[in-house]
């Protein structure tokens, strides 16, 4: 059993929680991921390390609650447990002195590139950080990621926070005006897709952060297909960071939707949900 240690509500849908898990905040790497169950008949779920402190044994996941499980998840508080809690699973990011790297966050992939963007500074690299939401109370972060960045630009669908518009923008004006050695972009698949649409026309070496649908977490099931260069991969096991340039993503984005009507219905059946199956069929 994992102990939850805290919980933190960081916007309408987000939360954080940190639990106690040693032996992965023992070896976790930025970029690395963990699968968990929140009770027996529970469904797994992967959720990318958004902090790790090995001296208190704990690790600190963000998730948004958009289906079953995460809206279940969202109700544990403080002292309850988890049953399973598997990981560090998958490669690290790329942490290594490049220059001056891009960071972009969309919606709650900025917990997932906030640990990386704090490792590319630590080591001296420039970090030029975006970070997109759909409204100003869905930016999460913001502290702690203009602390680890030279600079930071925010977007925001509706224009109730920082500058109104996608990521793209921004990261239009600093391609056009600076050298830029790397960018990393973590995401919804649609804001990925154009992040790389848009770096490879200035030939700049994009990584992306993949979370498809996986199961077990090990390659075995083939959930995680992903073709990356004309290649099968699985992002468990190779990933979860890619090469964006190389990444299929419209396959992507269609298998990742092969399930939304099973998801609809079971977040109807559980009751926390409003359910419109009805109306629908």
Do not use: W
């Not at 203009?146 to 109104?164: A, P, V, W």
């Amino acid at each position: 059993m994992f102990r939850i240690l805290d919980v933190k509500q960081l916007s309408k849908e987000i939360k954080s929680m940190v639990v106690s898990a040693p032996e992965i905040a023992k070896k976790a790497k930025p970029g690395q991921f963990i699968v968990l169950r929140i009770d027996e008949k529970g469904e797994r779920i992967p959720l990318t390390i958004n902090d790790f402190d090995p001296k208190t044994g704990s690790i600190t996941i963000i998730f948004q609650e958009v289906g079953k499980t995460t809206k279940k998840l969202g109700m544990l508080e403080k002292g309850d447990s988890l049953i399973d809690v598997a990981g560090p699973l998958g490669h690290p990011g790329r942490v290594e002195k490049i220059g001056t790297v891009v960071c972009i966050g969309g919606g709650v992939g900025v917990a997932v590139i906030y640990p990386e963007a704090r490792a590319l500074k630590k080591i001296g690299n420039e970090v030029l950080s975006i970070i997109g939401a759909r409204a100003r109370d869905m930016v999460i972060l913001e502290d702690q990621m203009r602390k680890i960045s030279d600079e930071l630009f925010i977007t925001t669908d509706d224009g109730s926070y920082g500058r109104r518009g996608v990521v793209t923008d921004p990261l239009k004006d600093i391609l056009t005006k600076r050298k830029i050695d790397l960018v990393i972009a973590i995401g919804p698949i649609i804001m990925m897709k154009f992040v790389c649409l848009m770096t490879k026309q200035f030939n700049i070496p994009t990584i992306v952060n993949l979370n498809p649908i996986m199961v077990d977490g090990t390659g075995m099931c083939g959930s995680c297909r992903v073709t990356v260069g004309g290649e099968v991969k699985f992002a468990c096991v190779d990933g979860p960071e890619f090469d964006g340039h190389l990444v299929d993503f419209d396959e992507l984005t269609n298998r990742n939707a092969r399930f939304l009507d099973e998801e609809k219905e079971s977040l109807c059946a559980s009751g926390k949900g409003v359910c419109r199956c009805k109306k629908d069929s």
